[in-house]
């Protein structure tokens, strides 16, 4: 594993080439799975490019994520213009505690062990 620069770098040009994109279909089966209401709101730790996001507001769910990828937020903020997505490391939340109804980190747990 490398510095945290290293991981942004090697993250960023997996983003612009858009490289870790899931069918759309895989987003809204976890909002399923979530049991996610209207009128709840949903942190995406390590958003990447923003479809959870875009799935999440079409739900009605107000929706947040963060990445420390560059690269991917520029992306996710075209895809979910309506979210509010920073640049952040998943392990220092830039959010109060018991701020949100439903959390994820979609293929990216392996960062955190």
């Not at 976890?30 to 996610?36: C, D, N, Q």
């Not at 769910?61 to 490391?89: C, H, M, N, W, Y």
Request: charge should be negative; charged fraction near 25%.
């Amino acid at each position: 594993m490398g510095t945290t620069d290293e991981i942004i770098e090697a993250y960023n040009v997996e983003h612009e080439a858009e490289s870790f994109r899931n069918d759309v279909s895989y987003y809204r089966w976890i909002l399923r799975v979530l049991e996610v209401k209207n009128g709840q709101n949903l942190l995406d730790i390590a958003c990447g490019l923003g479809d959870l996001l875009h799935c999440a507001k079409e739900k009605g769910l107000e929706a947040f994520g963060l990445d420390l990828s560059p690269a991917a937020i520029r992306t996710a903020r075209k895809r979910a213009p309506q979210a509010e997505i920073v640049q952040a490391d998943g392990q220092a939340l830039p959010f109060d505690e018991s701020t949100f109804d439903n959390a994820t980190i979609l293929g990216s747990l392996e960062h955190f062990l």
